[in-house]
Structure formats: C-alpha cells, structure tokens
C-alpha cells in the first residue's frame, strides 16, 4: 500500500514539473519577468491606494508613488479607510500639498462589504481616468514602475488586447520566518494559479495578485465595478475572474516594486495564510479534507518512502522528492536565498496545512476572517 503511494506521489511529481502549466512554460519556471519598457501610449492614469493603519509603511510608499517616472499625467488618490494611528498625517507631509494627491477620509464600510473594496468603491467614485492602478500601502515603487505597467497593457497577446496587468511584487524576504515561508509561498501561488495559463487568452485559468493591478476603466465598468464583487476577500483572484472573459489579462513578476511588509515571526505569516486559507477553498470541508489527503500525498509521502520504504516505494520516494526540490530552485533564486531551504518542503508544506485548518476551525467556530481590526464573521 505505502509503495503504490509513493508511486502515485511520483507520477503527480512527473505531471506537476513537465505538464503543469502551457506547454514550454511550467509552473516552476517562476516566468515571465515584467522588464522595464517605455509606453508607447500614455494616457492619463489614477494611482488608488486603499490604507487602513498603515503609519509605519506610507511614507516612503507615497514618496515613490509621487516620484514616477511617467510621461503622461497622473495622481495618487489615497483612502484613508478609517485608521487609528498617524497614517493620513504622514501621506499628507509626504505629499507636501502636491496637485497630484487627492486623499479622500473613508466612511465606515456598509454590511456586506469587505473593507479594502469599500475603499477602493469610494476612490473610483472620483477617479476620472482611462487607466486605473490599485496598488497597496506597503508597496513601494521603483521610479520605472508605472510607465512599464502601461507599456505592458498596451503591449497586445496574439489577436487580444489586455485589460488587465498585476504582478507578484517582491516580497520582503530577511528574517528566519520569511526565508523559510514567503518564496514557499510564491511558489504555492504559483502552483494554484499557473502564470502562463493565466495569461492565456484562450485558458479558463485566471488571477491576480492584489498587490499592483492596472486596470482600463472600461473592462471595470464592464464586469459591473467594484460593487459587483463588494463582498470577496480575496479580491484580487476575484476581480481577475471577472474580468478575463471579456478581455485578455497578465499576471507575471515583478522587481519594480517591493512589499516593505516585515512578518519578522513565525505567527505573523501563519495569521497572514489563515485569514483567507479557508475562504479559498470556498468554506467547504470536502475541499478541506481533499486539500489534507492531497498535500499528506504530494509532500510528506516521498520522503516518508526514502526513510522508511525499499525497493520501488524507495525509488519513487527518491524521484518524487527530487523533482520537488528542482522545481523550488528556481523561486529560491528569485528570493536569494539558499537553495538548501529546499530541503524543507516537507515541514513547509505542514506549517501551510496547519494554518489553513485553523482557517477553517476559526471559520466554523462563527469568527470568520479577521484583518485590520475588523472580524467579517462566518457569515
């Protein structure tokens, strides 16, 4: 029984490295790269960043956003979505009575509205340009950042023409937590949502990553607005499904812009995956317990084979772990550090479950997720 295991264990390491993505283009490959370009087009551009008690991050995320490097017009609108601490002060002295930043002070969210998007609905409301960037209040921005956006929503796929640009921003990577747990957690996003799929006109596949999405206001206005999703809390796969029928979108990595986000410990990254683990999994525990059985499988199953097994069980223990390990190598790169994290997939992959099912125990206990001081309930 445990060989035929290890045997599939195997098989499943096999489809994921080779099959797992467009053909040429694996998940692993962790591609494509947005690169720095010049538009050829620059139409006017509305930079939206939701903030909700973002004190310790704004200042130096506005000072980047005010100092693009853009040949057309644009502004930053800032939402200061009811925060406790000095984060509209600090925007404001940022700024320095700039003409291009506009901050609106949010009202409580309405029932039924996640809080980011009812800061997001508040700005839109008084955005008037063709091209919309949401991007988040602790991300800051190389100076080519934005004018590479555009070039790259202008650039067409095939026949279609984008509507949709967002990026995996570089996470912040420097203590032992975020070595052993953020490129891990790349690569998962990566793994779920195949980037070369995604960017597939012709694939069902769709995400984003909420961190920086350039969108035209018309496919926004299409899929019905903000409003049309105003409950998701996981928005940004949420408002890429909206959007990709009607028009083509690109999801890739980017090195022009930075998360200055820390998790300096354990506990800030497990709070960061359980908040929305479960919702991901759409609050079924069918899905859960799949998820369970699937990642037992696929991570802990291999290496259980090369300890404990013999013969064939041992060889597809040996197989399927190393194409593991190949496959990682390449986010490692990305995230610099050493390829010898590699070797701790396993442990990895149960801090994840873990997380996900205190997702679900918190959602059945009626708590629901919880972010930025407010509880959005079970319901």
């Given at each position: ?70 040949p057309g017009s644009y502004r930053v609108i800032l939402v200061d979505d009811r925060s406790a601490d000095e984060t509209q002060a600090r925007a404001r002295l940022m700024a320095q009575h700039d003409p291009r930043f506009l901050l609106i002070e949010g009202t409580e969210k309405p029932a039924g509205w996640a809080g980011k998007l009812f800061a997001l609905e508040q700005a839109v409301a008084q955005s008037t340009a063709p091209l919309i960037l949401f991007t988040d209040a602790d991300i800051t921005h190389d100076p ?236």
């Open positions: 029984m445990f060989t035929s295991l290890a045997v599939l264990a195997a098989i499943i390491w096999v489809y994921l490295v080779f099959w797992h993505g467009e053909p040429g283009a694996p998940f692993w490959h962790s591609t494509p790269e947005l690169l720095p370009a010049w538009p050829v087009e620059a139409p006017p551009v509305d930079i939206i960043v939701p903030a909700r008690d973002e004190a310790e991050t704004i200042a130096p995320v506005m000072a980047s956003l005010l100092a693009q490097d853009y080519r950042h934005l004018a590479t956006l555009v070039a790259r929503l202008h650039a067409p796929v095939g026949r279609y023409r984008l509507d949709m640009v967002s990026e995996m921003v570089r996470l912040n990577c420097t203590s032992l937590a975020e070595r052993l747990l953020i490129p891990a957690f790349v690569y998962f996003f990566q793994m779920l949502y195949p980037f070369a799929q995604v960017n597939n006109p012709l694939s069902a596949v769709a995400a984003a990553a909420g961190g920086t999405v350039l969108i035209r206001r018309t496919a926004l206005t299409r899929i019905g607005g903000i409003r049309a999703m105003r409950g998701a809390l996981i928005d940004d796969v949420t408002l890429a499904r909206a959007v990709k029928p009607g028009g083509a979108i690109f999801l890739g990595h980017s090195g022009l812009a930075q998360s200055i986000r820390l998790y300096p410990q354990f506990a800030d990254i497990r709070a960061m995956i359980a908040r929305s683990a479960f919702t991901q999994l759409r609050h079924s525990s069918l899905l859960l317990a799949l998820t369970v059985l699937g990642l037992g499988l696929v991570w802990l199953v291999p290496p259980l084979a090369i300890v404990a097994g013999h013969g064939l069980g041992f060889i597809a223990g040996v197989v399927a772990s190393g194409l593991a390990i190949w496959s990682y190598l390449p986010t490692l790169r990305r995230y610099r550090v050493s390829r010898l994290w590699a070797l701790a997939l396993p442990l990895i992959a149960v801090l994840y479950l873990e997380a996900t099912i205190a997702s679900a125990r918190r959602y059945w206990r009626g708590a629901g997720a919880q972010w930025k001081r407010r509880d959005y309930g079970a319901a």
